[in-house]
């Protein structure tokens, strides 16, 4: 099972994970990934994305996983409209025979959705709103993937 | 026709999320797309202006500057992501 | 919150996913991993453990990653007695501001725990039952840890 | 006294899953325990040939071979752990 979803709803991670493992017996790892909306300086965001393009990305950077690990399955699924401090934005949940490869897909599918699904945020602020700048270190983290 | 999509500050700053029109003459590659829309007013030259700053999608994936653009094409500008 | 615990019942890897950040507003990150048991040969496994050490020797991975990364907080949960095909085993949950340092602590508590946690499992199969060896890669594992 | 815990197949060959007994006159660490506990009949014997294959606490925490035991310490022998 390879599922991308793109969505306005919040998502159960629990269920997702089940999902993923359910009535199978050659699961014996889930690793998953769970990001939120931080707070501090910021009350709340909003996701603007590209229909259509994201999906399609979420898909090729789901598949280059299960290209790379041997993989039982992956679920992904990325939020967008506006998300107050707190609320979920993104679930990556990998099932595999064996941990490595689950820690290591999840790692790599959430270093590259950063880099590659279109979205982008806007946070605002005591000041007034303003869109997130890129991170180098984002950059960098989809790279390490490529040294190897 | 092409089809174009801004999204994010450039979207804001172009004033609209998109628009078709007729590929100029003379331009066929992204980077003259952006040089020609640049031409079209203030708004497109503040959103346009630092090249460093924007991506480019041709019909749904990730392209270079240099990449060909033609009739038929969805191609869409936009500051790099920061989803995740 | 940091939270270990040895338990013969089931868990539910949803729930303690969200009391990582539930009412918080400094947690962007949560990664987690489920372990199960796998099938293939085996019918069920019964997990025996030592009861005192097991919680301690938990308690102590625990602190090392706590010490280790920036972490929000982080729960384990383990199982023991006969588990079927299926079920769970373990629960590694980390909270975080950021993702790297809530995947790595994941990683490093899977690594340390199965080194450093006196479980042991035995198998049962068509022809009988029989101890699991331990695997010279769960030693490696624990110890990439140990060259940064 | 000291408190002996045997877990996995060291428990199931000895055939118990642990004892109290005086700490024996010339046994001051674990190897010397094992030494004294495997003259004691041969399901020590068998539990305890392959000392590559055995681990030990001092209560509650992984101790090697040449860890020192006392009176009032719980010691436990066991297989290499496989949980996870």
Redesign the interface.
């Known amino acids: 099972m390879i599922e991308v979803r793109v969505q306005r709803e919040d998502f159960?991670?629990?269920?997702e994970?089940?999902r993923l493992?359910?009535?199978?017996?050659?699961?014996?790892?889930?690793?998953?990934?769970?990001?939120?909306?931080?707070?501090?300086a910021i009350a709340a965001m909003t996701?603007?994305?590209?229909p259509?393009?994201t999906e399609?990305?979420l898909r090729r950077v789901a598949d280059a996983a299960a290209a790379r690990w041997p993989l039982e399955g992956l679920i992904v699924v990325?939020r967008f409209g506006r998300l107050a401090?707190?609320e979920r934005?993104?679930l990556v949940a990998v099932a595999a025979?064996h941990?490595?490869a689950?820690?290591e897909a999840?790692?790599f599918l959430?270093d590259w959705?950063?880099?590659?699904?279109?979205?982008?945020?806007?946070e605002e602020t005591r000041d007034g709103s303003r869109?997130?700048?890129?991170?180098a270190a984002?950059d960098a983290?989809a790279a390490r993937w490529l040294e190897e | 026709m092409i089809e174009l999509?801004y999204?994010?500050?450039v979207?804001e700053r172009i004033g609209r999320d998109g628009e078709r029109l007729a590929l100029p003459d003379g331009v066929g590659t992204a980077a003259q797309l952006l040089d020609w829309l640049e031409r079209r007013g203030p708004h497109y030259a503040a959103a346009l202006a630092e090249r460093d700053r924007l991506r480019i999608?041709v019909n749904?994936?990730?392209a270079p500057l240099d990449a060909p653009v033609k009739p038929g094409d969805e191609v869409?500008i936009?500051?790099?992501?920061?989803?995740?």
């Open positions: 159960d991670p629990g269920a994970i089940e493992h359910a009535g199978r017996d050659d699961v014996g790892a889930v690793a998953s990934f769970v990001g939120l909306v931080r707070g501090g996701l603007e994305h590209y259509g393009m399609r990305q990325h401090v707190g934005i993104v025979s941990r490595a689950a820690f999840c790692a959430m959705l950063k880099t590659q699904a279109p979205f982008w945020k806007r869109w997130v700048e890129a991170k984002d983290a | 999509l999204f994010a500050w979207r999608a749904q994936a990730f869409a936009f500051p790099p992501v920061t989803g995740g």
